[in-house]
């Protein structure tokens, strides 16, 4: 399948400052792409570059098929929506949708369809006639959404779209916003720094850090198989444990010696092994089975109720002074009688422990 966007070797420097480090990057038609990484990572100005607002240093730009790479923005064929909303305050909802509209010699009738369409897409058919300042936050931004897919653009670029509106809004907002891109098959790029936010709404996620990409997956792929000890730690909660790499496939951590998939590090290298909370388990005791591969005996330090699941503080002699924190379902704290002050042993599976190098930070 040939890309809808296709970016090769781009470069982009503000004097002596390398803001993007040789990106290269395929986009497929239709496809919802979220750009993630903390503030300067350089995420912004890709989506800039893009859109032909910050003209690239080096390298290319295609969409579907035409070689975009220095045209101005009016050329490109693109909508976008700012954090800002951006949205003209005197003038009302139905002239903010229908602005880009009107210079393009559509007859006044089939805008005005256009817009009501558009408002009805958006659940606010009444509004046509208010300015922005009387619609609340979500609204205007459902607005500045509406704006941006009048023209029907092949690409859609949202610059953090939901990071000015408040927590239960934003979350309601993700998700009309994901069935509208999937209903109007719209190729969208949204730029993000929150990871629940990327892995809820993205087909493929692209982790940036620091100008380069670190890693293109889908969100199940960048969160269960991190390439990196970034992306690692940077997608959800991770414990990570200093360790030696021992023999084939084994570490050491502390103490203890766990089976791992160490890949190709060299027996008695420095290591970071990392676990996902919820994957470390509790053995449940007197079960009559002999006591599982990588169990250790921990002490529970601290308990945190967060709702659906308990978020559990684990102490041990054992990991060398590195202790744990455990995701535990409702149901087996209330199985195990867990409580603050208790021992418990704990599992963790071979499948769930990634090794990376110390020194690189990257996959074993």
């Not at 940036?208 to 909660?237: D, K």
């Not at 053995?283 to 990588?294: I, M, Y």
């Amino acid at each position: 399948m040939t890309a809808f966007l296709r970016i090769r070797e781009l470069w982009k420097s503000f004097g002596s400052f390398v803001a993007l480090r040789d990106i290269s990057l395929d986009v497929n038609e239709g496809e919802f792409l979220c750009f993630l990484g903390p503030s300067g990572c350089g995420k912004t100005t890709l989506l800039r570059a893009i859109a032909g607002l910050d003209i690239q240093t080096s390298g290319s730009v295609h969409q579907a098929g035409r070689d975009i790479s220095s045209l101005p923005p009016a050329e490109r064929d693109f909508g976008i929506v700012f954090q800002s909303y951006a949205l003209f305050p005197n003038l009302t909802i139905a002239r903010n949708i229908a602005f880009g509209l009107e210079n393009t010699g559509v007859e006044k009738s089939e805008i005005n369809k256009r817009v009501a369409e558009l408002l009805e897409l958006m659940g606010l058919p009444e509004q046509a006639n208010k300015y922005p300042a009387q619609l609340s936050g979500g609204q205007q931004q459902r607005i500045a959404l509406a704006r941006a897919i009048a023209m029907s653009p092949g690409l859609l670029l949202l610059d953090e779209p939901l990071s000015a509106l408040d927590a239960k809004v934003r979350v309601h907002l993700r998700h009309e916003m994901k069935d509208l891109q999937r209903k109007l098959k719209v190729t969208t790029i949204m730029v993000t720094h929150d990871q629940e936010e990327a892995l809820s709404m993205a087909d493929q996620i692209v982790v940036m850090n620091h100008g380069s990409i670190e890693q293109v997956g889908t969100p199940n792929e960048v969160y269960t198989r991190p390439v990196s000890l970034f992306v690692a730690g940077f997608i959800g909660e991770m414990n990570q444990m200093s360790a030696k790499v021992g023999g084939k496939n084994r570490v050491v951590i502390g103490d203890l010696e766990f089976a791992c998939n160490t890949g190709g590090l060299d027996q008695g290298s420095d290591a970071i092994v990392v676990i996902r909370p919820e994957d470390v388990f509790p053995v449940e005791p007197d079960s009559g089975k002999a006591t599982p591969e990588n169990s250790l005996k921990v002490h529970i330090d601290a308990m945190e109720f967060l709702g659906s699941f308990w978020r559990t503080h684990l102490t041990t002699t054992k990991l060398g002074g590195q202790n744990l924190i455990a995701d535990f379902s409702v149901n087996a704290v209330q199985r195990l009688k867990m409580q603050e002050g208790n021992d418990l042993m704990v599992e963790m599976k071979k499948s769930n422990l990634i090794a990376f190098d110390a020194k690189s930070g990257a996959i074993a």
